[in-house]
Structure formats: structure tokens, C-alpha cells
């Protein structure tokens, strides 16, 4: 049986991983002034040439994003990153969950369902393992700097022994 209530660090660990091979790829299209992701569908020349930003800079933003994920899934685990208000890492693990949710669930649309720009139905995979090490990175820490509870407290009466 699992035992939901043990924290668990590699998910952190995988969830960097994956965030610095993102952060990788995206560098490697950056070079190249190229939007889309090595190995994933081709973006287009009339969309490319649509995109708000100049590519390389789009690309560079979104592998610094990969960085900075990486580093937030890091601190979930380290003791540096639990000098950091609980509060805080809360709202940024919550805005990471969403955008990961957000990307994750395009790719398995996409690679399962085929509605979207190409995404295969390995990419779908990717998807799901992403999404799952973000929300088991996410409930770990959660447990891991949850309060401890008062020794002896009744929680009926509130009195304490």
C-alpha cells in the first residue's frame, strides 16, 4: 500500500530533469532563431514569422523558464529552498502546477486525440509523467513543511496536556 503521507524527493529531482532538458532544447532552438522544440512537431514558416517576439528571444525566455523550474523543484527538497516562506514556494508551486497542467495536458490531447499542432503520442506520455511528477512534487512538499501538531492537544477541547 502507498503511504500518501511520507514525502518523497525524487519527483523533485525527476521534475528538474525534465525542466533542464526543456531548458536545453529550447537553448539549442534559441541558437538556431527557431520556435518549436527538438524532436516535436515543425512550427510553421507563416506562424513563425507571426510570433510576437523575435524566436531566439521567445526561445531564450522559455529556457530560462526551464532553469527557474528546475531550481524551484530543487528547493522543494534542499535546505535552502526551506528557508523560503511556505506561503511563497505554495503560490509558486501552485502558478508551476497550472503551467505544467496547462502544457502537459496540450501535449496528451494532442498525442492521443490529434487536436492540436502535431504532438505525437509519445510526447502524450511525456505529458502525463510531467504532469504526475509535478503534482507528486507538489503534495511532498506539502507534507514535508506541513506544521507538526501539538503534542497532547485535544482537538475537541482545545486543551492542551
Do not use: N
Not at 84 to 96: D, E, G, I
Not at 145 to 151: D, K, L, M, W
Request: aromatic share 10%; hydrophobic share 55%; charged share 10%.
Amino acid at each position: 500500500m502507498v503511504d500518501f503521507d511520507r514525502p518523497r524527493r525524487w519527483p523533485a529531482y525527476g521534475m528538474a530533469l525534465l525542466l533542464l532538458g526543456y531548458a536545453a532544447g529550447k537553448a539549442a532552438f534559441a541558437l538556431q532563431a527557431r520556435l518549436g522544440f527538438p524532436g516535436g512537431p515543425p512550427v510553421p514558416a507563416a506562424e513563425a514569422a507571426a510570433y510576437f517576439l523575435d524566436p531566439a528571444f521567445g526561445q531564450w525566455l522559455a529556457s530560462a523558464s526551464g532553469v527557474l523550474g528546475a531550481c524551484v523543484a530543487l528547493a522543494t527538497v534542499t535546505s535552502l529552498g526551506r528557508r523560503v516562506s511556505r506561503a511563497l514556494m505554495l503560490v509558486v508551486l501552485a502558478v508551476m502546477t497550472l503551467a505544467v497542467l496547462g502544457g502537459g495536458g496540450i501535449m496528451v490531447l494532442d498525442g492521443f486525440i490529434g487536436m492540436g499542432v502535431g504532438w505525437r503520442w509519445y510526447h502524450g506520455i511525456l505529458g502525463l509523467v510531467a504532469i504526475a511528477l509535478t503534482v507528486e512534487m507538489s503534495r511532498s512538499y506539502l507534507v514535508a513543511t506541513r506544521p507538526a501538531r501539538r503534542r497532547g492537544a485535544s482537538a475537541v477541547s482545545g486543551a492542551g496536556g
